[in-house]
C-alpha cells in the first residue's frame, strides 16, 4: 500500500506546485477559455479564465511512468495521453482563435475512433480480453468477435465524449471522477492501475485547489477527454461493463440531456431543458448555485461507486 501512497503523494505536490506557473503561462499566452454567447450572465463573466490546466495531470502520468514501466502502465499511459492529444487540438483551437466550437466534432471524431481501435487491439493481448460481458460470476453474455469490437468502440467513444461533456462547471468533473477512479482503484487486480488511479486522484485533488469555484483556470478538454477515455478503458480492462449505467450515471445523464434536447427542439421547436448538458439546466431553471450543483453530483457520484462497490463485491 505504502509503494502506491508514495507516488500519489508526490503527484499531489508537485502538481499544486507547478498549477500556478502554469496558470501564469496560459495567461502570458492568452490560451484563455471562450465562452458560449448564449449561455447565462455568470457565466459570460468567466470569458478569459486560463484554458488547459488539464495539462497538469501529464505530471501524475510522467511519476506514474517513473514508479512503473511495464506494459500494463505503459497501456494506461498512452490510453491517456491520445485521448489528451485529441482535447489539446479543440483547445487550441478555441483559445487560439477565441472560438467556444472548436475543432469540428467530425475531426474529433476520426481521431476518437482511430486511436480507440488501435488501443482495443493492443489491449486484447495484453489483458487477455475475450468477447464476454459478465453479469455475474455465473452469468455471462458472449458477443460474436465482431459485434463485441464495434459495441466496445462505440461504448468508449461515447463514454469518453459523455465524461468530456461533464466539464462545464468549476470543479464539477474533478469532484465526479474521484469516486470513478477510487472504484477502479478498489476492485483491480493489476497493481498498475492502482497506481494509475491513485495517481489521477492526487492530480485531480491538486488541480481542484486552482479549479473549484470561482477557478482560476479552467481544465480544458486537454484533460477532460484524457479522463474520459482513461475511464472508458478502465471499465473495459476490469470488466464491468455491465455496472456503467450506474457508476457512470453522471456522465450519462449529461450527455443522454443533450441528445434528448436535440431531438425534442427538432421535433416540437421548444426545450426540453432549459439548457444542457444537464448540469446547466439546474441553475437556470431552480438557481443552484454552482457549489451546490457540483456537491449534489458530487455526492451522486459517490453514491454510484458505493452501489457498484456492493454488486461488485457480492455478484462479480
Not at 479522463?227 to 456503467?244: H, M, P
Request: glycine residues 6%.
Amino acid at each position: 500500500m505504502f509503494s502506491q501512497l508514495t507516488p500519489a503523494a508526490i503527484t499531489f505536490i508537485m502538481t499544486v506546485l507547478i498549477a500556478p506557473v502554469l496558470i501564469l503561462i496560459l495567461e502570458k499566452l492568452k490560451w484563455t477559455q471562450p465562452i458560449r454567447a448564449e449561455l447565462p450572465a455568470d457565466h459570460q463573466e468567466k470569458k478569459g479564465t486560463p484554458l488547459m490546466l488539464g495539462s497538469v495531470f501529464l505530471v501524475g502520468i510522467a511519476v506514474a511512468f517513473y514508479y512503473n514501466q511495464s506494459p500494463v502502465m505503459l497501456f494506461l499511459i498512452t490510453t491517456f495521453l491520445l485521448f489528451s492529444f485529441i482535447g489539446f487540438l479543440d483547445d487550441h483551437w478555441k483559445a487560439s482563435k477565441q472560438d467556444p466550437g472548436g475543432v469540428s466534432g467530425k475531426t474529433k471524431l476520426i481521431f476518437q475512433f482511430g486511436f480507440t481501435i488501435l488501443l482495443l487491439f493492443a489491449s486484447v493481448n495484453l489483458f487477455e480480453l475475450d468477447t464476454s460481458i459478465q453479469i455475474t460470476k455465473s452469468l455471462e453474455i458472449v458477443l460474436p468477435y465482431g459485434l463485441y469490437f464495434v459495441v466496445i468502440t462505440l461504448f468508449i467513444v461515447g463514454t469518453a465524449n459523455a465524461i468530456n461533456f461533464t466539464d462545464g462547471m468549476d470543479g464539477l468533473l474533478g469532484m465526479v471522477a474521484i469516486p470513478t477512479y477510487f472504484f477502479f482503484f478498489v476492485i483491480s487486480e493489476y497493481a498498475e492501475v492502482k497506481i494509475f488511479c491513485l495517481v489521477m486522484i492526487a492530480a485531480i485533488l491538486g488541480f481542484l485547489i486552482y479549479n473549484l469555484y470561482p477557478a482560476k483556470a479552467f481544465m480544458g478538454d486537454t484533460g477532460s477527454l484524457a479522463i474520459g477515455g482513461s475511464l472508458s478503458f478502465l471499465a473495459i480492462i476490469e470488466k464491468v461493463e455491465i455496472l456503467i449505467p450506474v457508476l457512470f450515471i453522471i456522465y450519462l445523464a449529461e450527455q443522454l440531456s443533450v441528445i434528448l434536447q436535440v431531438a425534442y427542439f427538432k421535433r416540437t421547436r421548444k426545450r426540453l431543458f432549459k439548457f444542457t448538458p444537464i448540469h446547466y439546466h439546474y441553475g437556470i431553471k431552480y438557481g443552484w448555485s454552482e457549489n451546490m450543483i457540483v456537491t449534489m453530483f458530487s455526492l451522486v457520484s459517490w453514491a454510484a461507486c458505493a452501489i457498484c462497490l456492493v454488486y461488485y463485491h457480492l455478484y462479480m
